[in-house]
Nanobody, 125 residues
């Protein structure tokens, strides 16, 4: 079964930056809309950002606008999330997800059918 593999998580001080990456274990997701979600302890999983298959349309949650940037390189089969000006409240496990055979952005978790294992992001002084 195809999986998504995230990398780039870690610990950083407030105001710092991290870059998350995601790629499939096999095959390609170049025709799929994709997204980044996060889940903090005791909270629901929530959308962070999403991008269409072509990379020309984006969605950002209000709490990350101006700080995070989602991008994809279909030639390299890679999805990225550049996170700047990180805050302690950004601490969570971050997941990438794909909507197989769907090209449009979707913000609801149930619309994504392939998920990664998650990567921990901790923002603390």
């Amino acid at each position: 079964q195809v999986q998504l593999l995230e990398s780039g998580g870690g610990s950083v001080q407030p105001g710092g930056s991290l870059r998350l990456s995601c790629e499939p274990s096999e095959g390609t997701f170049s025709t799929s809309a994709m997204g980044w979600f996060r889940q903090a302890p005791g909270k629901e999983r929530e959308i962070v950002a999403a991008i269409t298959w072509s990379g020309d349309e984006y969605f950002y949650a209000a709490f990350v606008k101006g700080r995070f940037t989602i991008s994809r390189d279909n030639g390299k089969n890679m999805l990225n999330l550049q996170m700047n000006s990180l805050k302690p409240e950004d601490t969570a496990v971050y997941y990438c997800a794909a909507r197989q055979s769907h090209q449009e952005i979707e913000v609801r978790t149930w619309a994504y059918d392939v998920w990664g294992q998650g990567t921990q992001v901790t923002v603390s002084s």
